[in-house]
């Protein structure tokens, strides 16, 4: 369950790798940018995503997106999760008020006992939703599911729900 705070005016978004990879996957990662306007990336995200382009994925290239701000990765870790979340996490942890985007369920235990905002991919789409940017979040979850998303049926069902689709 994502953590249903949401700040009144800017806020400082900081995200993980997977919520950049399924979007630009699904063709939507400028959802981020009209939701959010900037969102901030750790060196460490530009470092998994440059690794998962060497392997033939098809991810995006994030200094090519005009809205992405780039910030060094603070160092830190958590134990058993990776530079991306560690990153996106401290970085989160740093900003009064920020709201930070990651998919990874240890991440997002973490996220909840550091009593940061979050929410990951499927919590995007049903945002943008409610914004009319998108007509349907069905048809965008089952791409997902089948490019390899993890989403249990429970999570499936809530987040259809949370957007009258359920």
Same mark, same amino acid.
């Given at each position: 369950?994502?953590?249903?705070? !949401?700040?009144?005016?800017?806020? %400082?978004?900081? !995200?993980? !790798?997977?919520?950049?990879?399924?979007?630009?996957?699904?063709?939507?990662?400028?959802?981020? $940018?009209?939701?959010?306007?900037?969102?901030?990336?750790?060196?460490?995200?530009?470092?998994?995503?440059?690794?998962?382009?060497?392997?033939?994925?098809?991810?995006?290239?994030?200094?090519?997106?005009?809205?992405?701000?780039?910030?060094?990765?603070?160092?830190? *870790?958590?134990?058993?999760?990776?530079?991306?979340?560690?990153?996106?996490?401290?970085? *989160?942890?740093?900003?009064?008020?920020?709201?930070?985007?990651?998919? %990874?369920?240890?991440?997002?235990?973490?996220?909840?006992?550091?009593?940061?905002?979050? !929410?990951?991919?499927?919590?995007?789409?049903?945002?943008?939703?409610?914004?009319?940017?998108?007509?349907?979040?069905?048809?965008?979850?089952? $791409?997902?599911?089948?490019?390899?998303?993890?989403?249990?049926?429970?999570?499936? *069902?809530?987040?259809?729900?949370?957007?009258?689709?359920?």
């Amino acid at each position: 369950m994502d953590s249903d705070v !949401t700040p009144v005016g800017r806020v %400082d978004v900081v !995200t993980n !790798t997977s919520p950049l990879s399924y979007l630009h996957r699904l063709g939507r990662l400028e959802i981020l $940018r009209d939701l959010f306007g900037v969102v901030l990336v750790l060196s460490a995200v530009e470092v998994e995503l440059a690794r998962g382009r060497s392997l033939g994925l098809d991810l995006p290239e994030p200094r090519s997106v005009s809205w992405l701000e780039f910030r060094p990765s603070p160092p830190a *870790a958590y134990e058993g999760l990776g530079a991306g979340e560690t990153a996106a996490l401290s970085l *989160a942890a740093s900003i009064p008020g920020a709201l930070v985007l990651l998919d %990874d369920m240890a991440a997002r235990v973490r996220a909840s006992a550091l009593g940061l905002a979050f !929410t990951g991919t499927a919590g995007v789409l049903i945002r943008a939703k409610g914004r009319g940017l998108l007509s349907a979040v069905a048809p965008e979850l089952d $791409r997902m599911l089948k490019m390899g998303f993890r989403l249990s049926p429970r999570a499936r *069902a809530d987040a259809l729900a949370a957007c009258d689709e359920g």
